[in-house]
Each structure stands twice: as structure tokens, then as C-alpha cells.
């Protein structure tokens, strides 16, 4: 149908199957494990807190996971102009923000690091014999 220009528009209808047929797939995955696994892992605290095995310590630190979600998520809720208590929350936010991405940084350099150590501890020892 793509070489006879009268018929060129016959080839609609294969690809909106393909894309509709994709759709119906993939969104129902995507939802499950990027939403609700995540909401889930959130909430997932909470049930320990309700059922008393969580200690002081693991409340204080599910109470500053919720808070550091919701005010991460009010930072990137662009629909209510940031001002007042939202503009707050919002910078709140921005410094959750900033320790996550400061923190996998962090970890991502010290891997590194370590990487270097040993091969430079490979080289002076076992390939060099400097070191015994």
C-alpha cells in the first residue's frame, strides 16, 4: 500500500493496531511497577508501625521517608503556583532532592575508588612484585 499513493492510507490501520495492542500491554506493567510497587514500598513501613514491631528509630525514619515524598512531589507539582505553605514544601523538597542525588553521587565515586585501589594494588603486588 506504500508504493501505490491511492492506497497509502491503507497503511494506518496495521500500525494503530501495533500501537493500541502495544499500548494495552505495556501500560498495566508500567503502572504496577512504577506507581504501585513504589506507593506500596512507601507505605510499607506504616504496616510494621501498625503492627508494633517497628522501633522509635524506624518511625522516625518512615515519618521523614513520607514527608521527604510528599514535599519532593509538591516541588514537581506544577499546576498550584509555589507560594505560601507550598513554596515551602517545595524547598523542603529541593533539599530532599539535593541529598538523594548528592548521596548517589557519593556512592558512585567511592565505587569508583575503589575500583582504583585494587587495580593499583594488583599492579604494585601481583604484577609488579614492589609490594609483598
Not at 30 to 45: H, K
Not at 47 to 72: D, H, K, N, Q, R
Amino acid at each position: 500500500a506504500r508504493l501505490s499513493p491511492r492506497h497509502t492510507w491503507l497503511i494506518r490501520y496495521p500500525i494503530a493496531i501495533l500501537i493500541g495492542f502495544g499500548s494495552g500491554i505495556a501500560i498495566p506493567n508500567v503502572l504496577r511497577a512504577n506507581i504501585f510497587e513504589q506507593t506500596r514500598g512507601t507505605i510499607a513501613p506504616f504496616a510494621e508501625i501498625a503492627a508494633g514491631t517497628l522501633s522509635g528509630w524506624g518511625i522516625f525514619e518512615a515519618v521523614l521517608m513520607v514527608v521527604g515524598v510528599i514535599c519532593t512531589l509538591t516541588y514537581f507539582f506544577f499546576a498550584v503556583e509555589h507560594r505560601g505553605p507550598v513554596k515551602w514544601l517545595s524547598k523542603v523538597g529541593i533539599a530532599f532532592l539535593m541529598i538523594g542525588f548528592g548521596s548517589a553521587f557519593g556512592n558512585t565515586v567511592m565505587g569508583r575508588v575503589a575500583l582504583l585501589i585494587q587495580r593499583v594494588d594488583f599492579l604494585l603486588s601481583d604484577w609488579l612484585h614492589i609490594i609483598p
